[in-house]
């Protein structure tokens, strides 16, 4: 067979797959879509009847949601308050693919949710959550500051602690471990001495290596030089409230939640239910952007001269950055 001959024939079996496969689809049945098989569809209308219980199955594994979260079980067509919500989500995660992604699917459910009913809209520090379990019998806040600064007691005289700080380092932000000094006098003055690092406050002004701080930067420090607890501890906030029972640890915890006024901030404190001591303070201070969450955790309390000090406390940004101080010996100058 000469090679003009043959060229009909490979081009008539190349060509033939094409053919054979339009031929099947215009004969085979099309897809039911969601409205066609199921009951009271709105915003799944023109889908594939096979797409809705996978799409179920996605945003019950994003919310962590049962079916019966958003279902009535007698009647799943039924509207519940939770379906509306779902279905303005659905058209808002669309709308967003839409006009941003060329209607892809970027954004999700997961997106946002990550597991919770409700997402998280700022980032949080590691361990740090904002909603707690609600349960009735919970102290009044003043109660709570009166037992605590009552099991701190307060230091007579001057608070040394020496030890080493774990921080990244300012330049190479790797992290690191220093020998450290914290001195905190009354009157909120404190120095942290940690090899080249040193953080001075007189009491009414902080400075970072001789550099004078204002704003946040300057009101993330007042909070670390609180570490210990004097009489004037919770003096500032405004509004208090009792927020619920949770767990640090093992620990139960008491928590309250109130305004800073001076600072334009609001703080979350947690109270070790048994001995009433403070195991963390949340700030949270809003942006125009939005909500920036520090924390600071303090653990191993030890009693020195008629008070008890956290020999152990963790500095939490939300930037995921720590400083990690860890005490190895306390001591008070009168």
């Known amino acids: 067979m000469s090679v003009m001959r043959s060229r009909p024939i490979l081009l008539a079996l190349a060509v033939a797959p094409f053919v054979l496969a339009a031929a099947r689809q215009e004969s085979a ?30 945003m019950s594994g994003a919310l962590k949601f049962e079916c019966s979260d958003c279902h009535d079980e007698k009647d799943f067509s039924k509207d519940t308050r939770a379906k509306g919500v779902a279905r303005k989500m659905i058209l808002m995660q669309r709308d967003i693919n839409e ?23 700022v980032p949080l520090p590691d361990g740090i959550v904002l909603r707690h379990p609600r349960t009735e019998g919970v102290p009044k806040p003043e109660e709570l500051f009166t037992k605590a600064v009552q099991a701190a007691g307060k230091p007579d005289g001057t608070l040394v602690r020496t030890g080493t ?6 330049m190479t932000h790797k992290v690191e471990t220093a020998p450290v000094t914290f001195t905190q006098e009354p009157g909120g003055k404190f120095s942290v001495v940690a090899s080249s690092r040193q953080i001075v406050s007189d009491g009414s002004k902080v400075t970072y290596d001789g550099q004078a701080l204002g704003g946040e930067p300057a009101f993330v420090f007042e909070r670390l030089g609180r570490t210990w607890r004097g009489d004037d501890a919770y003096a500032g906030l405004d509004q208090a409230v009792a927020a619920g029972k949770d767990k640090i640890g093992k620990a139960d915890v008491w928590i309250v939640r109130a305004a800073r006024p001076a600072t334009t901030s609001s703080e979350e404190l947690s109270f070790d239910a048994k001995s009433n001591l403070l195991l963390r303070l949340v700030n949270m201070r809003r942006s ?11 653990a191993n309390y030890a009693k020195v001269g008629g008070a008890r000090v956290p020999m152990k406390v963790i500095m939490s940004f939300a930037g995921g950055q720590q400083w990690i101080f860890d005490f190895k010996s306390v001591s008070i100058k009168k």
Do not use: W
């Open 165 to 170: 700080l774990t921080a990244p380092n300012d």
């Open 29 to 58: 049945p099309q897809e039911p879509t969601c409205e066609q098989v199921f009951k009271n569809i709105q915003v799944f209308k023109g889908v594939p009847a096979s797409d809705l219980i996978p799409s179920m199955e996605f």
């Open 288 to 298: 125009s952007l939005g909500t920036v969450v520090s924390a600071i955790d303090y």
């Open 99 to 121: 006009k941003n992604f060329g209607g892809r699917t970027q954004v999700t459910c997961m997106t946002c949710h990550r597991g919770s009913e409700n997402p998280v809209g």
